[in-house]
Nanobody, 127 residues
Framework: QVQLVESGGGLVPSGGSLNLSCAASGGSLDTYGIGWFRQPPGKEREGIACISATNGPTYYPDSMKGRFTIFRDNAKNTVYLQMSSLKPEDTAVYYC????????????????????WGKGTLVTVSS
C-alpha cells in the first residue's frame, strides 16, 4: 500500500493555470498506474487523467482532453497534473489514486479500479 499526498490546490482566477502534485511514500510510484480525479461540490467523482505504470501511456477522457496534462517524475516519486484555462466549473476537490501495474490505456481512469487514495486538495476557480 502506498501513501499519497496531494498539494498545489488553491484559489485561481478564471483562465488561470495550476499545477497539482501527488507525492508518494511507502512504495515506488513507477510500478503504479496513477489517476487524477475530482469531485465538484454536490456532484460525483470523475476521472481526469491517468498515467500507466512503468512510464506507460497516458489516458484522458474525451471531456478532459486539451486542458489537463499528467506526467510523472520517478526520481521525486511524484505525479503531477498540469491544468490550464481553468473555468469556475473546474472548482472541485482533486484526488490522486494508485493501483499497482495499472494500464490506463487498457482500463481507462476509473475510481472503482484504484486501491490507494490521497485525501485531496481543493481547487477553487473564481469567475
Amino acid at each position: 500500500q502506498v501513501q499519497l499526498v496531494e498539494s498545489g490546490g488553491g484559489l485561481v482566477p478564471s483562465g488561470g493555470s495550476l499545477n497539482l502534485s501527488c507525492a508518494a511514500s511507502g512504495g515506488s510510484l513507477d510500478t503504479y498506474g496513477i489517476g487524477w480525479f475530482r469531485q465538484p461540490p454536490g456532484k460525483e467523482r470523475e476521472g481526469i487523467a491517468c498515467i500507466s505504470a512503468t512510464n506507460g501511456p497516458t489516458y484522458y477522457p474525451d471531456s478532459m482532453k486539451g486542458r489537463f496534462t499528467i506526467f510523472r517524475d520517478n526520481a521525486k516519486n511524484t505525479v503531477y497534473l498540469q491544468m490550464s484555462s481553468l473555468k469556475p466549473e473546474d472548482t472541485a476537490v482533486y484526488y490522486c489514486a494508485a493501483r499497482t501495474w495499472y494500464s490506463c490505456s487498457v482500463y481507462g481512469v476509473f475510481a472503482q479500479a484504484m486501491h490507494d487514495w490521497g485525501k485531496g486538495t481543493l481547487v477553487t476557480v473564481s469567475s
